[in-house]
């Protein structure tokens, strides 16, 4: 059995795997972020990982704005991961962008509505 195959029902939502590795393991490691691709710097558990995305969930399900896209602009880290299961977790459409400097950022963000 992989880490899909969490029901006989076919739940296979990223939800539904991280509900189920919750259940299951909720001290266990889901991710791990590597400093420079080798060093290990921070670890995040299947339960720390699904209550901080429950909170931004409901956050952004506070803010009304279910449904809408969300402009993830994340460097590379655990707080990406996060943020984008708060946004599947929100009902949002998670669209990740590499932060760029604020200098060539400003004309992306003044085309967006």
Same mark, same amino acid.
């Given at each position: 059995?992989?880490?899909?195959? +969490?029901?006989?029902?076919?739940?296979?939502?990223?939800?539904? +795997? &991280?509900?189920?590795?919750?259940?299951?393991?909720?001290?266990?490691?889901?991710?791990? /972020? !590597? !400093?420079?691709?080798?060093?290990?710097?921070?670890?995040?558990?299947?339960?720390? &990982?699904?209550?901080?995305?429950? $909170? +931004?969930?409901?956050?952004?399900?506070?803010?009304? $704005?279910?449904?809408?896209?969300?402009? !993830?602009?994340?460097? @590379? %880290?655990?707080?990406?991961?996060? %943020? /984008?299961?708060?946004?599947?977790?929100?009902? /949002?459409? $998670?669209? @990740?962008?590499?932060? &760029?400097?604020? /200098?060539?950022?400003? @004309? +992306?963000?003044?085309?967006?509505?």
């Amino acid at each position: 059995m992989n880490c899909f195959d +969490i029901s006989k029902k076919g739940d296979s939502t990223l939800i539904d +795997i &991280l509900r189920h590795h919750t259940a299951l393991k909720p001290e266990e490691t889901a991710y791990t /972020f !590597l !400093l420079d691709g080798e060093t290990e710097e921070r670890h995040l558990t299947y339960k720390d &990982l699904d209550h901080q995305a429950r $909170a +931004i969930g409901a956050y952004l399900q506070y803010m009304h $704005a279910s449904g809408e896209r969300a402009l !993830l602009l994340y460097p @590379p %880290g655990l707080e990406y991961i996060t %943020g /984008f299961m708060g946004c599947l977790y929100g009902g /949002f459409t $998670a669209d @990740p962008l590499y932060p &760029l400097s604020s /200098f060539s950022l400003h @004309p +992306i963000l003044s085309q967006i509505n």
